[in-house]
């Protein structure tokens, strides 16, 4: 068999471990280590296992991931959320369908602090879900914008999976984090436009909230601005150049635990919990993440990335088609695993593909195809595809979030909160097309900050 042959077997086999549920860290350590040996014999692979797990662990940019996945399971803990809904609910809940804007602007706002789309989820679900179900709001429209509220949370930084991604590509950390800010804000201005054309058409989905009293939009107001300051000094930090992603995760982590300390919410229950939950999701990821390069190697040497890109130079196939089957097939993979196993899986295979094509669509002075260098191309991407991998969480049949809110709305059919969520999916759409018509949406904040 050619190796690019065995390459093709070992995706394929790959493939065939996850529909049978075995978890993706192992399937991508067996076919990745059995695909090397195959090639290149055992001797290569054993040399590998020596120091191929203290390499990839002790890179420095992964020691920001545990701070933030501590710092965002405090937040879901300290009661930051019910601040964050108090406060846009008394700025918003008296509209039509307020109530359900003013989930989607919390969840945003949480989203900032915590970084996870199933923690975003399953938190505002607690604090929102009772407020919506006292003003009647329809089963489809209150579950459905809680589950695409929290997709938020993956593309608004700092998000896990952003940090995840740029590792991959080996991209600047704080640059992804510049270039989400306005694809994020676009998104949130999109789902409370996608709300109002929904009570619009159906008036009794979203009723009217009641108008707050001055003395309670004040104390709400005041309320978020232990939010904005963590916010503010964490990224507004990151930003000013005061400090690198780390230690601004340990700045976070210390915040939301003083937050939760001046609330009398951090127990030593609380601390357990965070840490353990902290623990297990680093542990996993940093597994994915030795399968993933694993994986990354075993396709290398089989050329497996360089083929694909040359079959598609003879097809004659428009380097803007090409990114538009690539974000299609994320579309698809995220019904069949969750966002960050498909970002560890699926970029180190497509990112070279895209490198080698950067030639023939948008044509750019130095003559390349996107009228872009490697470095806007790495971001660009990675913002295209952080959106597309969020809607796996809204799709059928994995849709986590869809499942998150479903447990926590027993009386709504978990087939209304899939039609609940698909306008705000054909939103997400929108997004993506505006996006991918216009890079600079993208590029221009990076640019500037770097200017």
């Known amino acids: 068999m050619d190796p690019v042959s065995t390459g093709l077997a070992g995706l394929v086999v790959l493939v065939l471990l996850i529909a049978i549920r075995m978890p993706i860290a192992y399937s991508m350590i067996l076919v990745g280590g059995i695909g090397i040996m195959v090639v290149n014999g055992p001797a290569p692979m054993l040399n590998q296992l020596k120091t191929l797990a203290y390499g990839q662990f002790s890179i420095y940019s992964l020691t920001v991931v545990p701070m933030f996945v501590l710092m965002g399971s405090l937040a879901s803990k300290v009661g930051l959320s019910r601040a964050l809904f108090r406060a846009a609910n008394a700025w918003l809940g008296w509209l039509r369908g307020g109530t359900a804007m003013a989930a989607i602007a919390a969840c945003a706002g949480f989203g900032s602090v915590c970084g996870s789309s199933l923690a975003t989820a399953s938190t505002m679900g607690r604090v929102a879900l009772p407020e919506l179900k006292k003003y009647r709001y329809s089963g489809a429209l209150a579950t459905g914008s809680l589950a695409a509220g929290g997709v938020l949370g993956i593309l608004i930084p700092p998000s896990v999976v952003l940090i995840i991604y740029a590792i991959i590509v080996e991209a600047n950390i704080v640059t992804m984090f510049t270039a989400a800010i306005v694809p994020g804000l676009f998104a949130v201005v999109l789902f409370l436009l996608t709300i109002a054309a929904y009570v619009l058409v159906n008036p009794d989905a979203g009723p009217k909230g009641g108008y707050t009293d001055r003395q309670e939009f004040f104390a709400a107001t005041i309320g978020l601005i232990p939010v904005l300051a963590i916010f503010g000094l964490v990224l507004g930090g990151i930003f000013a150049g005061f400090y690198n992603p780390t230690p601004a995760a340990a700045v976070g982590v210390f915040l939301v635990w003083a937050y939760g300390a001046i609330k009398r919410e951090i127990t030593f229950r609380v601390m357990e919990e965070a840490l353990k939950e902290t623990a297990s999701t680093t542990g996993m990821i940093y597994l994915i993440l030795l399968g993933a390069e694993l994986m990354k190697i075993f396709l290398s040497r089989v050329g497996l990335p360089q083929a694909t890109a040359e079959w598609i130079s003879q097809t004659g196939m428009a380097p803007m088609l090409v990114m538009i089957i690539l974000l299609t097939a994320l579309i698809v993979l995220g019904c069949l695993m969750d966002s960050l196993s498909m970002i560890l899986l ?88 505006i996006l991918l018509i216009f890079p600079a949406l993208t590029l221009w904040l990076p640019s500037v900050m770097a200017g």
């Open 346 to 433: 699926v970029i180190p295979f497509f990112w070279p593909v895209l490198v080698e094509i950067n030639g023939g669509i948008y044509q750019g002075a130095d003559g390349s195809g996107f009228g872009m260098g490697t470095e806007e191309l790495k971001i660009w991407f990675g913002i295209l595809a952080l959106i597309v991998v969020e809607l796996g969480l809204i799709t059928p049949p994995v849709g986590l979030n869809v499942f998150v809110i479903s447990a926590l709305a027993k009386d709504t059919p978990m087939l209304e909160t899939f039609k609940g969520v698909a306008p705000f999916f054909g939103a997400e759409i929108i997004r993506v097309v």
